[in-house]
């Protein structure tokens, strides 16, 4: 087809109905339409049908896939492609039974995609030539309908009759009818009438066309002969007034149906009444390398008894004989022994009762098709990257094997394995290498693993090892350590040395479950366990894991409800500067207001969001309430009030913060120098989406200090490099202050570092004058702490800033 190919999706996920189109229009093809059920399917096709639809099987509605189809088979003439991840036998069955033209596994690549829709068009249309043919081949056999008419030789009148059938009623009369002729053949047909009343003895006939109100021209031949009529012994010219115009269409549409069987991509052969090689196209010697001589007069090689079998040999040819057809697909060898699996189809030509019958037969190579579903076969149970068994096939391994223990009464054991910061590595070297890291370590973990057992990828750095036969615990701990092990052997990358580590968590059958899936969820339940015990270890699971994770769970739907409802406000605890004698500024922290269970502190918060996106959505409710505060401040007078607020990590990446504190800035009008980001040490690692977004909020004029300061595992290079503003020393090296030298010795040394390098400094969980007394007489004039001011409601903020310097002046410093 020299025009684009049309083509309507039928796909209920969005995300992979987006994602083909994308693809499709990549390789070409046009988009009519993309449908999420069969009822909205049915309606772009009525409006605009395309030349081929995508179907997948499982859509939304109370149709499925293969229902539409069938119906689509009784109302339009359009050829389907199935793409779908199902493969079961009994969808199979159904789908074979609507006759697509394709079945794709999913995923399946832009190649193989667009290689079975032009192979499926190609079908399509040889398929509809094919029908055109037969039919222009019966309508060329229909009976003609015929008129006479004679010529006046004196006058040179011409007079019509009419057929039985009244074909020629219409034309009343020779001088109408001549009106109505072609132009271009007006001349030739006076001229042919001209000679036959000119020589006697003479015969001749001519064609023609005659123009119609529709603009369809309706073609005849004018059979003429002159003659003496011997009684009469006058000269006389008379003769038959043919419609041809079928049968003209059938020399077309024969021609057209001589030039498929020459130029067609696919195999035709014709057999005799014996079955036996009339003729072959050129496309059956180029597909099967068969010469004519090989086949002529004999049987077809891929269609005798020796090569089909007995069994499929009776069924085809009874097929034939009965319904008139027989399709089908068959391996094959061609002539230089090379198999190939091909669609074969047998049609019985139709031919009068008298005359000997013939048979078509259509090969079309699906070789590719085979190879490419036996790749996607493969694509659809093993992990492309490490070769090992997906999720689905390592699961099926696992019912498998729980049935085997059923059966035998033996133990096995599921380790669920999880590469410890693997993301780290990723971001470090780039995902190249961690792909390179996750093969080397699947051959190592298959290395000490017995032939017996199974090692899957189920996703990303997730393992799971099913060890079948296990006598105890003890054998499982053997095999857990045994991965520990070979995974914990030094690697490169880089040239860079790296020691990997996992953490894994077992469950084991029937101690903890009978069910494949208990028994993964419960392993990846103990695989947590195992990370919070210091990682690079195992666990056993035991029943109160599932309640830590219900707890989680439940207080991690609660956190949302939360948000949706405004259960979250905000306390401020004062930052106060000594030196000047007043308090410069405030940390934002957040308190939930439970309906049940009052107020809860950051601790029943944090951790649960920080496990999910849930950090992003309450971090950026805590900037905005805390910028709105701030806001409100100043209206009241206090202008220079610093508002300091705490970012998580996942915070940091999200690209969209630097937009979203922006704007924020701009709906308060606030200066960018008020609001501090107080950030975590591991924020300081080198990983780059951190220091990016860094950078990007320096440029807005944000403050950055590093919370915590002490307790992480910040370089000096960092504190050099980055856009870092101040160091908040944390409350852990405070708190043995001034009794504990280590601490006091730690603070000191934080305080000399931050001002060698102009870094400022508060120091906060300040309970006591000793401690306050310490700092201040190192160098430290900004502190925080219940000493000062426990976290109180934005209310009391501006008392606190009028009543500070008389209370400085209490405590005497």
């Not at 034309?171 to 042919?192: P, V, Y």
């Not at 992003?616 to 300091?644: K, P, T, Y």
Request: proline share 3%.
């Amino acid at each position: 087809m020299n025009e684009r190919l049309k083509i309507l999706i039928i796909e209920d996920e969005k995300i992979v109905a987006l994602d083909l189109k994308r693809r499709l229009s990549k390789l070409g093809y046009e988009i009519t339409g993309m449908a999420a059920n069969g009822q909205k399917a049915l309606a772009l096709i009525s409006q605009a049908p395309p030349n081929i639809i995508l179907m997948d099987i499982h859509i939304q509605g109370n149709m499925d896939g293969i229902e539409v189809a069938s119906i689509l088979q009784k109302t339009h003439s359009i050829p389907i492609i199935y793409l779908t991840a199902y493969s079961e036998e009994q969808t199979l069955i159904r789908a074979k039974a609507t006759k697509p033209y394709g079945y794709l596994l999913k995923p399946f690549s832009d190649r193989e995609l667009n290689i079975i829709i032009q192979v499926s068009i190609e079908r399509y249309e040889s398929d509809t030539l094919l029908k055109k043919s037969e039919q222009h081949l019966r309508l060329a056999l229909e009976a003609a309908h015929m008129g006479t008419w004679e010529v006046a030789r004196a006058s040179h009148n011409i007079f019509m009759g009419k057929s039985p059938k009244g074909t020629l009623e219409p034309i009343t009369d020779w001088e109408s009818f001549f009106l109505t002729i072609n132009e271009n053949d007006k001349q030739r047909i006076l001229n042919f009438i001209d000679k036959l009343c000119s020589k006697e003895g003479f015969s001749a006939e001519i064609e023609f066309s005659v123009n119609t109100h529709t603009e369809k021209s309706i073609w005849y031949k004018l059979y003429g002969k002159s003659f003496t009529n011997g009684d009469a012994g006058k000269h006389q010219v008379v003769g038959i007034l043919q419609e041809t115009t079928e049968n003209r269409l059938a020399r077309d549409r024969l021609a057209q149906a001589a030039t498929v069987f020459r130029c067609s991509t696919e195999g035709i052969i014709i057999l005799n009444k014996n079955r036996l090689v009339d003729c072959a196209n050129d496309a059956f010697h180029s597909i099967t390398k068969y010469r004519e001589q090989n086949i002529k007069n004999k049987e077809l090689p891929f269609l005798t008894h020796q090569s089909l079998g007995a069994v499929i040999y009776e069924e085809l040819w009874q097929s034939v004989e009965k319904h008139g057809h027989w399709r089908g697909e068959i391996k094959v060898y061609k002539k230089n022994k090379e198999a190939m699996y091909i669609w074969l189809t047998i049609g019985l030509i139709p031919v009068e009762a008298n005359r000997g019958r013939q048979f078509v037969v259509m090969i079309s190579d699906i070789t590719k098709i085979r190879e490419t579903q036996k790749q996607l076969s493969h694509f659809a149970y093993y992990d492309n990257l490490t070769n090992l068994p997906n999720r689905m096939l390592t699961k099926d391994r696992l019912n498998q094997a729980i049935a085997l223990a059923t059966r035998d009464s033996f133990m096995l054991g599921v380790l669920f394995i999880d590469l410890d910061n693997f993301k780290r590595i990723n971001d470090t070297f780039g995902h190249k290498q961690g792909d390179s890291l996750l093969c080397l370590l699947s051959k190592k973990m298959l290395s000490v693993l017995r032939q017996s057992d199974t090692l899957g990828r189920l996703s990303g750095d997730e393992f799971i090892a099913i060890a079948t036969n296990i006598e105890s615990h003890d054998a499982l701990i053997k095999i857990a350590k045994k991965i520990l092990d070979c995974v914990s052997e030094p690697v490169y990358i880089d040239s860079m040395e790296i020691i990997p580590s996992c953490s894994i968590g077992i469950s084991v059958y029937p101690s903890h479950s009978d069910h494949s899936d208990h028994l993964i969820q419960m392993a990846d339940t103990a695989m947590y366990e195992a990370k919070n015990n210091g990682r690079n270890n195992y666990a056993f699971y035991h029943p109160g894991l599932t309640q830590i994770a219900i707890h989680q769970l439940t207080r991690e739907r609660e956190l949302r409800q939360a948000l949706i409802n405004n259960e979250f406000l905000l306390h401020f605890q004062p930052q106060f500067s000594l030196d000047n004698r007043k308090i410069t500024g405030v940390e934002a922290l957040i308190r939930w207001m439970h309906p049940k269970q009052g107020l809860l502190s950051p601790a029943e918060i944090i951790p649960i969001a920080e496990s999910s996106r849930l950090i992003i959505d309450i971090g950026n409710w805590v900037l905005m309430e805390a910028c709105r505060q701030l806001h409100q401040w100043r209206i009241e007078g206090l202008d220079n009030l610093r508002m300091s607020v705490n970012v998580s990590i996942r915070q940091l990446a999200d690209k969209d913060l630097q937009k979203y504190i922006a704007s924020l800035l701009h709906q308060y009008s606030l200066p960018a120098h008020l609001l501090e980001l107080e950030i975590t040490e591991s924020c300081l690692q080198n990983e780059l989406i951190y220091i990016t977004c860094l950078e990007q909020l320096k440029k807005l004029g944000i403050l950055i200090s590093i919370d915590d300061f002490g307790t992480g595992y910040s370089c000096l290079s960092s504190l050099k490099n980055l856009p870092i503003h101040r160091l908040k020393i944390d409350q852990s090296f405070i708190k043995g202050i001034p009794l504990d030298k280590n601490d006091c010795a730690i603070a000191a040394a934080i305080l000399a570092l931050s001002q060698k390098l102009n870094l400022q400094v508060t120091a906060e969980g300040i309970e006591t004058r000793d401690q306050a007394t310490f700092l201040i007489s190192h160098g430290c004039f900004e502190l925080q702490g219940y000493f000062f001011s426990k976290p109180v409601s934005p209310s009391q903020i501006p008392s606190l800033i009028r009543e500070f310097p008389e209370k400085l002046t209490n405590l005497e410093f």
